[in-house]
T-cell receptor, first 110, second 113 residues
Framework: DGGITQSPKYLFRKEGQNVTLSCEQN?????MYWYRQDPGQGLRLIYY???????QKGDIAEGYSVSREKKESFPLTVTSAQKNPTAFYLC?????????FGSGTRLTVV | DQQVKQNSPSLSVQEGRISILNCDYT??????FLWYKKYPAEGPTFLIS?????DKNEDGRFTVFLNKSAKHLSLHIVPSQPGDSAVYFC????????????FGEGTQLTVNP
């Protein structure tokens, strides 16, 4: 079955450490996206990529980095520069209209 | 600049009654609108969509209405069921295939038995 997989489901990070969230899709979608959800808030776009080896900053890119070396993969690195990294992170992919979302990664800074 | 807004953070209805969730947008260039449903600690799932050339789309218990002149859309759920309790996100997309979605803040729907 085609889908989009995020791992891990839960992640704990010490302050000052970088951490990478994985996102893989086998839907053959060109575009991939990273969103962040905070309690009581909507979905805010971090980064997106519409083609391999190219990506653009979203609305809240500071403290994050991405790569898109393969069509299937779009990992997100949360760097130590991100001041409030504790959140629920969602990856999505899309081809024409609408997205398919992964099940999310809950990142907690300890 | 919040281009898509859901002004009601929460809505509570009785089982069997109608739920109406509202969404407003500011950019008249949006061409496609979608509703997603999200349970806690899960990714959003697609519910229903509508193109700007239509004013209504129906799928089972779910109907989306679009009023382009008012830049307003609504999602009707009839009859509401306890399993419908979730956060509902409205989203808008430009006509270019593959363009990014712009989401509203979400509305928490609670359906009481």
């Amino acid at each position: 079955d085609g889908g989009i997989t995020q791992s891990p489901k839960y992640l704990f990070r010490k302050e000052g450490q970088n951490v990478t969230l994985s996102c893989e899709q086998n839907l053959n979608h060109d575009a991939m996206y990273w969103y962040r959800q905070d309690p009581g808030q909507g979905l805010r776009l971090i980064y997106y990529s519409q083609i391999v080896n190219d990506f653009q900053k979203g609305d809240i890119a500071e403290g994050y980095s991405v790569s898109r070396e393969k069509k299937e993969s779009f990992p997100l690195t949360v760097t130590s520069a991100q001041k409030n990294p504790t959140a629920f992170y969602l990856c999505a992919s899309g081809q024409n209209y609408g997205y398919t979302f992964g099940s999310g990664t809950r990142l907690t800074v300890v | 600049d919040q281009q898509v807004k859901q002004n009601s953070p929460s809505l509570s209805v009785q089982e069997g009654r109608i739920s109406i969730l509202n969404c407003d947008y500011t950019n008249s260039m949006f061409d496609y609108f979608l509703w997603y449903k999200k349970y806690p600690a899960e990714g959003p799932t697609f519910l229903i969509s509508i193109s700007s050339i239509k004013d209504k789309n129906e799928d089972g218990r779910f109907t989306v209405f679009l009023n382009k002149s008012a830049k307003h859309l609504s999602l009707h759920i009839v009859p509401s069921q306890p399993g419908d309790s979730a956060v509902y996100f409205c989203a808008a997309q430009f006509g270019t295939s593959g363009s990014r979605l712009t989401f509203g803040e979400g509305t928490q729907l609670t359906v009481n038995p």
